[in-house]
């Protein structure tokens, strides 16, 4: 705890310039922050896009290989080792989500982002100069410290800073982002492969990482903090000014500012008075949002996504094209993957997340069958021309699996992770969501390389046996969630609501219509013994402009 009150902010200051207040605030946190999911985007389409590459094969794994060979999958490279240099980063995710929700909560969301997005500029410039495959995992491995960091900080931020009618919208933008970053990295790569034999083929695309994570370094000395946060930590004109800015066009008297105040008050007030929910509460208390919260990331991995992506270019090579044309079209198969995020953009907030992910398990399930089908009769032919009408085909079932997974399970679980937790147990829980993601992406890049040598085409039929589990378990178990507010969500999964609970909520809905009426007329703040209060004063701050620079100052952090 005395770590925790050392690392917390004791001021905060806003450095965004007064022309952006309003929409282009809010649309350019949500798109740059999402900068972060991007890079995991990118990252995941290197790794993809880097193992046909007959240099890279030949620096990181000792074989030298010719393109005749990489077509035919007799690299030579042992499965399992494959398997860790593309698993590495998920294992290093998966605790980092958890160290992230810590890092969230005590220094802000913004400087969690920041933390990430460093971590991941040091990876990048290890795997630029990385002279062998153990500096190529130590990179990997570092990286996947800033993709958890980032992954479970960046929902939460979108969450927090959208208006509670299209929350739906914003995580969709999230999520877009996560897709261009692969469909950029596909195309880096596939232009970098023209440099063969040289070794910049596959280590430029990482100096474009590099410069990616820097943009997002520097981003984030502009990112408003949240407003939650900021009330939460005792940032009350702040936390008002920057809600004002972010929803207001900068007026902090607008009813609807002053209404969602008063709510994020009252939430803020039964977390104070209840405390920061326990792991134990996290699992107990809110028990059927933690089963979302794990469910919805575990079938994200288990239908398919990272089988698919990680080793596209390999895939597609498997199935009769040339590694040339297997980087070409995985490239193509990026923007299908990123066209399927646009039509969720507006009808998950519609449609419901629940109707949306149903759907998605039915298109899933028969898009791999597809894929799978013509894999088996790809791999009865033999190598050559005669194989390219059924690679024809099953590039198209990939096609269609991309499309329909970025518009269901692709934002779906990200979305519900950040907003089924109340705010005392958000960072908990979102972590607890974040980290079952890779926990089973790490399950999934690890397993796939020796299954897919196994089983084969087989492989896409337990991929299908997933999806149609993924569809029970929503119909029976998901509530929805659209339509409401973060706050109101509580009524939806119908919490066990304990007798001090009650007493809070009563407390806090006094709290709120106190701050109702407080951030009406004006607002100043006083600290007396760690203790922040709100109090009415004849020569309170003028608010009405919503202009941060209008607040009392206070001394910058950075």
């Known amino acids: 705890m005395a770590l925790a009150d050392r690392l917390r902010p004791r001021a905060y200051t806003a ?7 309003g929409r282009p605030l809010l649309y350019m946190s949500s798109a740059l922050a999402s900068l972060g999911d991007a890079m995991f985007g990118y990252g995941q389409g290197i790794i993809a896009a880097v193992q046909v590459q007959p240099s890279f094969i030949h620096r990181m794994f000792g074989k030298t290989v010719t393109m005749a060979q990489i077509q035919a999958g007799s690299t030579g490279v042992d499965p399992w080792v494959q398997a860790i240099t593309v698993s590495c980063l998920n294992i290093t995710a998966f605790f980092a989500s958890f160290l992230a929700a810590y890092i969230c909560d005590v220094m802000g969301r913004r400087m969690s982002v920041r933390l990430g997005a460093i971590m991941y500029f040091i990876a990048a410039l290890i795997q630029i100069f990385a002279p062998n495959l153990g500096a ?4 990997r491995s570092i990286q996947g410290i800033g993709v958890g960091i980032l992954s479970m900080t960046v929902p939460i931020l979108q969450c927090e800073i959208a208006p509670g009618h299209a929350r739906g919208l914003f995580v ?3 999520y877009i982002c996560l897709n261009l970053g692969y469909a950029v990295s596909a195309w880096v790569g596939y232009g970098f492969f023209f440099s063969m034999p040289s070794e910049i083929s596959w280590r430029g695309p990482y100096v474009v990482q590099a ?3 820097a943009i997002l370094v520097a981003w984030t000395f502009v990112l408003p903090e949240t407003p939650r946060w900021l009330v939460a930590n005792g940032f009350q004109e702040e936390g008002l000014g920057a809600l004002a800015d972010l929803h207001g066009g900068g007026d902090a008297t607008h009813p609807n500012i002053v209404a969602t105040y008063a709510e994020i008050v009252a939430a803020v007030e039964f977390e104070r008075k ?3 929910a326990s792991w134990r509460q996290v699992f107990c208390q809110y028990t059927r949002r933690s089963i979302v919260g794990i469910t919805c990331q575990m079938f994200a991995q288990l239908n398919g996504i990272n089988a698919i992506l990680y080793f596209l270019p390999s895939n597609l090579t498997r199935a009769g094209f040339s590694v040339s044309r297997s980087l070409l079209y995985a490239g193509i198969c990026a923007l ?13 907030d519609k449609w419901g997340r629940r109707a949306i992910l149903l759907i998605g398990s039915v298109a899933l399930a028969a898009s791999l069958s597809i894929v799978g089908g013509l894999q088996y009769y790809a791999d009865s032919l033999p190598e050559g021309p005669t194989r390219i009408p059924a690679a024809d ?19 779906g679980p990200w979305l519900l992770g950040a907003e089924i937790f109340p705010l005392r147990a958000r960072a908990k829980g979102m972590s607890l969501s974040t980290g079952t993601n890779w926990l089973f992406n790490f399950i999934i890049a690890f397993i796939t390389p020796p299954l897919f040598d196994v089983m084969k085409a087989g492989y896409y039929f337990l991929l299908v046996g997933f999806c149609i589990i993924s569809f029970l378990v929503v119909w029976f178990i998901y509530p929805e969630t659209a339509h409401r ?45 760690s203790e922040v209060t709100l109090r009415m004063s004849e020569d309170v701050v003028a608010v009405g402009t919503g202009s941060v620079k209008d607040l009392p100052a206070t001394k910058e952090v950075a």
Request: charged share 20%.
């Open 15 to 21: 450095r965004y310039p007064k022309w952006m207040v």
């Open 136 to 139: 190529l995992i130590a990179g």
């Open 172 to 174: 969709c933008i999230e």
């Open 211 to 213: 410069a990616l994570a």
């Open 274 to 276: 209840m405390g920061q």
């Open 336 to 348: 299908v993957y990123c066209s399927g995020t646009i039509p969720a953009m507006f009808l998950i």
């Open 393 to 411: 085909g099953l590039f198209f079932g990939v096609c269609l699996y991309l499309f329909f997974f970025g518009a269901t399970w692709g934002p």
């Open 485 to 529: 507010t973060l706050e109101e969500l509580g009524e939806v999964f119908g919490d066990r609501v304990m007798e001090e609970e009650k007493v809070a909520q009563v407390e806090a809905k006094t709290s709120a219509q106190g701050a109702r009426k407080v951030a009406a007329s004006g607002l100043t703040t006083r600290v007396d013994d």
